[in-house]
């Protein structure tokens, strides 16, 4: 599977992005997705993760109430509709997949996920 993530640039505070990414397979509606995001130095953690049906979503508690993780199967793509953004925000956020069962305590484990995209530079400014 190959993960194409787009949507990221520059924004204010208080601002709005929504990131997109594209799976390659038809068998992306089968995939457990999640949106990490990265800063130099420090390590890539779990913005937001979707189940395949979109029936189960889990939030990092930093971005609860401003992000929210949707996913259209047909269309082999699931997005992050990111408001009110804050410079701590500020990342080169990936999207990735898995085919594996998770429960609620693996959501957030980047070693559960196997394929990657290639990230995408959002940057909030104060």
């Known amino acids: 599977v190959q993960l194409q993530a787009s949507g990221g640039g520059s924004v204010q505070a208080g601002g709005s992005l929504r990131l997109s990414c594209a799976a390659s397979?038809?068998?992306?509606?089968?995939?457990?997705m999640g949106w990490f995001r990265q800063t130099p130095g420090k390590e890539r953690d779990i913005v937001a993760a979707?189940?395949?049906?979109?029936?189960?979503?889990y939030y990092a508690d930093s971005v609860k109430g401003r992000f929210t993780i949707s996913r259209d199967n047909a269309k082999n793509t699931v997005f992050l509709q990111m408001n009110n953004l804050k410079p701590e925000d500020t990342a080169v956020y990936y999207c990735?997949?898995?085919?594996?069962?998770?429960?609620?305590?693996?959501?957030?484990?980047?070693?559960?996920?196997?394929?990657w995209g290639q990230g995408t530079q959002v940057t909030v400014s104060s």
């Open positions: 990735a997949a898995t085919f594996g069962s998770l429960i609620s305590s693996t959501y957030s484990q980047r070693d559960r996920y196997d394929y």
């Open positions: 397979e038809r068998t992306f509606s089968s995939a457990f």
């Open positions: 979707i189940s395949s049906r979109g029936s189960r979503t």
